[in-house]
T-cell receptor
Framework: GENVEQHPSTLSVQEGDSAVIKCTYS??????FPWYKQELGKRPQLIID?????GEKKDQRIAVTLNKTAKHFSLHITETQPEDSAVYFC?????????????FGKGTKLSVKP | DSGVTQTPKHLITATGQRVTLRCSPR?????VYWYQQSLDQGLQFLIQ???????AKGNILERFSAQQFPDLHSELNLSSLELGDSALYFC?????????????FGEGSRLTVL
């Protein structure tokens, strides 16, 4: 089955700096790669996703890149703000059909220091 | 508010006991997913139902079972509870059978086994 590795497990940056979180996956059939943000005591919420036919996607200060050959994808947050502090989870899925489920990485705790 | 309702929010019980966690998906969503979140294991996929039928199984223990009812609400039954079952259990829903978009998570049910 699918296995998703996520690094680093913790990341501390100064406000205004960029943050990069990297994930690798094992199943070459995976074709959907979302990122979820979980604030302390809250539920995970989708912040951005990318499908396998796209190499990069941006949404304001957030971008995701995908390298299908190397089976890795990354989340980039620019101009970080204190409210970006949270745990970020990457995930991979063979979307579609009857086997769709998300396999999550173990999370990255991002701390943005003012 | 994601529209996904989970009850109870908190549950404290003893080893060996049995509990039932309940989830009502967003209106119109046919797929329900259950995830277990422990401190060191991130989000572990347990099981998926679509329109009343089991669709995918993850790392769900034999002591755990789930079902989705005709009104689309789902229940996760945990029996012969052990200390290690203490975790936050999330239910999530999506409109489709496969994952082609966002998973909407509930607020979670925090289970403490003493």
């Amino acid at each position: 089955g699918e296995n998703v590795e996520q690094h680093p497990s913790t990341l501390s940056v100064q406000e205004g700096d960029s943050a990069v979180i990297k994930c690798t996956y094992s199943d070459s059939a995976s074709n959907y790669f979302p990122w979820y943000k979980q604030e302390l005591g809250k539920r995970p919420q989708l912040i951005i996703d990318i499908r396998s036919n796209v190499g990069e996607k941006k949404d304001q200060r957030i971008a995701v890149t995908l390298n299908k050959t190397a089976k890795h994808f990354s989340l980039h947050i620019t101009e970080t703000q204190p409210e970006d502090s949270a745990v970020y989870f990457c995930a991979a899925s063979t979307a579609g059909g009857s086997q769709g489920n998300l396999i999550f990485g173990k999370g990255t705790k991002l701390s943005v220091k003012p | 508010d994601s529209g996904v309702t989970q009850t109870p929010k908190h549950l404290i019980t003893a080893t060996g006991q049995r509990v039932t966690l309940r989830c009502s998906p967003r209106s119109g969503d046919l797929s329900v997913y259950w995830y277990q979140q422990s401190l060191d294991q991130g989000l572990q996929f347990l099981i998926q139902y679509y329109n009343g039928e089991e669709r995918a199984k993850g790392n769900i223990l034999e002591r755990f079972s789930a079902q989705q009812f005709p009104d689309l609400h789902s229940e996760l039954n945990l029996s012969s509870l052990e200390l290690g079952d203490s975790a936050l259990y999330f239910c999530a829903s999506s409109p489709r059978e496969g994952l082609l978009g966002e998973l909407f998570f509930g607020e979670g049910s925090r289970l403490t086994v003493l």
